[in-house]
């Protein structure tokens, strides 16, 4: 007959749940798994055959009561630490729709929405193809593969330990989204650029000849400017797309780093 100390029991329960508090917290944020239209049963599954399939290769946990006050704590620090790795890669979609809600409005069809039910709100119909097509760039190109083996090695580089998190942590995870922003913003600066030079034509001819009604031909001429950049645009797209994923992966690994000191 089997049985089980208090002792053996708690140390298997925190050897499955604090991992698995981990990986549901980056589940819940990230890009694709995090996805409102993705069942909270399919997010908890997904979770325990992450937990069950990394649990062999773990380092060894210390020892703990799960309902403790130190078991309490890891367990939100965890969770923590998921939802900040999560939150980063998420900052890539982010930083993707602010740059096609910006060549929406230089193209003047900013008034043209579609409801995201990701984020409850309107988005612009080029912010909504943009960041559909960074998704699929995301699947295509085994993104969500990197981010899991990512999370894998985290538990390497920052155990499982009931010590408190670095702030360094926080700090860096503010300054990886800052450079996301940035290299998001980089993506749609072409065609800014381009639609301001026409623009910019379109004053001077509106100067020039004060007769000719701007209001008709300025839209359409920008439209189709945006339209045809945006085509031409596309095949570097994803190319850029997946720097910017391969980016975001190291910038994670130096948040889980910097949480570690």
Not at 25 to 49: D, E, T
Not at 68 to 88: E, N
Not at 245 to 255: G, K
Request: aromatic share 8%; net charge negative.
């Amino acid at each position: 007959m089997l049985t089980f100390t208090d002792a053996q029991l708690n140390a298997c329960l925190a050897g499955f749940i604090l991992p698995l508090a981990r990986i549901l917290g980056l589940i819940m944020v990230a890009p694709g798994f995090g996805h409102n239209s993705v069942p909270a049963r399919v997010k908890i599954g997904l979770g325990i055959f992450i937990a069950l399939a990394i649990m062999p290769n773990l380092p060894a946990i210390e020892p703990m009561t799960l309902y403790s006050f130190p078991g309490l704590i890891t367990l939100a620090m965890q969770t923590l630490i998921g939802v900040a790795m999560g939150f980063i890669m998420q900052m890539v979609f982010a930083a993707v729709e602010m740059a096609g809600e910006l060549i929406g409005l230089q193209m003047g069809i900013g008034f043209a929405t579609l409801y995201d039910p990701n984020n409850s709100a309107g988005s612009g119909v080029v912010s909504q193809f943009l960041s559909w097509l960074a998704l699929l760039v995301f699947f295509a190109t085994d993104a969500h593969l990197a981010l899991i083996g990512t999370l894998t090695e985290s538990f390497h580089a920052l155990p499982i330990t009931p010590h408190l998190l670095s702030g360094a942590g926080m700090k860096a995870v503010a300054d990886g989204a800052s450079l996301i922003f940035q290299s998001g913003i980089q993506l749609a600066l072409p065609i800014i650029a381009v639609l301001l030079l026409t623009n910019i034509v379109l004053a001077v001819l509106t100067r020039s000849a004060p007769q000719m009604n701007i209001f008709a031909i300025g839209f359409p001429v920008t439209l189709g400017v945006g339209l045809i950049m945006l085509d031409m645009a596309l095949p570097y797209y994803a190319t850029q797309t997946s720097i910017l994923f391969q980016t975001t992966l190291q910038v994670i690994q130096t948040v889980v780093g910097k949480f570690a000191y």
